[in-house]
């Protein structure tokens, strides 16, 4: 029984743990679009 609490705490924290990577992968790739596209913008290329 306490072992499959320890699992299940595991899971969630593991889901919680995706979900924030996910988040802030997407708000990187945002960024960094964002700087090259200035960058670009500001070299004329």
Do not use: E
Not at 1 to 8: E, G, L, P
Not at 18 to 29: A, D, G, H, M, S
Not at 33 to 39: F, I, Q
């Amino acid at each position: 029984m306490f072992y499959r609490r320890i699992d299940d705490l595991r899971g969630i924290s593991g889901h919680i743990f995706c979900k924030i990577t996910v988040q802030r992968y997407r708000t990187l790739n945002a960024v960094l679009g964002y700087a090259l596209a200035l960058r670009g913008g500001g070299s004329g290329a």
